[in-house]
């Protein structure tokens, strides 16, 4: 069932693409061909999204979802971008006030009153601050999209991506009880979503997974554990889960490690899928050499921003390691570009794309995010990010700004 699922979905969504992978130095030749362009000012806000209800994983709970905008200008035009590493550093060692305070006070001077002709050469410029790349991506993105308006041309375009509907998942956090997370499963399954994600975490993971297989025996599901175990001493639930049919196991382990992944992929028959543990194209290069996983997730503000998120999705394209992209729970400014990345090739399995109604009761964008289809969203066919924050909402919404020029 599930090796069909992916049959048809491929069948149908995806075009067949060629699977060879080209070197670094050629993988982006099409972007030297596009216009240099200056970057005359940076201005950045630190926002907070209030939820409609808390999003509660393994590490913890959040009512409020805090991310940094970026807004980049060249001339007359400008380019919105977010980055949404949360409030604390709970998923990654950033964090939204980190995020904010390298990227204004230590990447914005590397870029500004600068032309950079393609994604590598921005990329080489901030490359000496190390890691934070929730940060990096902050700036990195916006200049994607400041490429996309000034060339114009829509931003999947610039990627290499399609036009093509995405796929789309549905995700639950822990709930309330196991009769509230059912109900919600169902109502995800009548609404069209072909896969649904959960999160567990110690205490709610095998009770709620036998009921959720029992109930739903036919469905897509996975499990997300947000590196809440360990490899020796959980073992014992992992050799439990295994025969439920689990798409994958997202991130079960340490949210830095690669060896002891590829110890528990080598155990099991489930594919391990890694999210938190690919912050870089090092760490991806690493996890499919000692094949860590069948499933890499990419979230392009983890990994740095849209370069770093092309390359993995070519090495995993040449590895046989399938991608699907992840998000922050971002409003619809950092949504509508994670929407873009997934018209690329090597997307097997529905994305973290939702819906703006699901998780906010007011966006910050004047547009929204929508299903074209259910289950399914299109990739936007105009130039630059279309979700930009409408002004108002933006103000309520800032705890902090800077402008840097």
Known sequence: MFTAFFYTYNKHVRNDVDMKVKPYHSMFKREREEIRMTIDALDFYYVAHPLKEPWTTA???DDTIH????????????????????????????????????????????????????AEAINQAIEPIKGNPFAHAAIEMAWWVLQSAMTQKPLHVCLGGTSQPVAAGADFGVQSSIDRLIERIDSAFQA????????????????????????????????????????????????????????????????????????????????????????????????????????????????????????????????????WIGGMLESAVGAGICIECATLPNMTYPNDLFPSDNYYEEELSKERIELSAPGQMLPSQRFGNPFIPDPDVLKKRTIRQVHCE
Request: charged share 20%; aromatic share 10%.
């Open 192 to 323: 069209g979503f072909q896969r649904v994600k959960l999160k567990v975490k110690k205490g709610w993971d095998l009770e709620m997974l036998r009921a959720v297989r029992s109930t739903f025996p036919n469905g897509v599901f996975h499990i997300d554990c947000n590196s809440g175990y360990s490899l020796e001493k959980d073992w014992p639930f992992f050799k439990a889960i295994d025969p439920l049919g689990l798409a994958m196991i997202e991130q079960p382990l340490y949210h830095a490690d690669v060896i002891d992944h590829a110890e528990l992929q080598r155990r099991m028959q489930t594919p391990i899928c890694l999210d938190e543990s690919i912050n870089s194209v090092y760490m991806a290069e690493k996890a499919i050499d000692l094949k860590a996983c069948r499933f890499i997730n990419i979230k392009p503000g983890r990994v740095g921003g849209l370069y770093n998120t092309l390359i993995i999705n070519k090495l995993c394209m040449s590895a046989g390691v399938g991608n």
């Open 59 to 61: 590490y913890g709970s």
């Open 67 to 118: 991310s940094v905008l970026t807004c980049m200008t060249s001339g007359s035009v400008t380019a919105w971008s977010e980055s949404s590493p949360l409030y604390a550093p709970t998923y990654s060692p950033e964090c939204a006030i980190s995020v904010f305070e390298v990227a204004s006070r230590f990447l914005a001077p590397m870029v500004l009153h600068q032309s950079f002709e393609s």
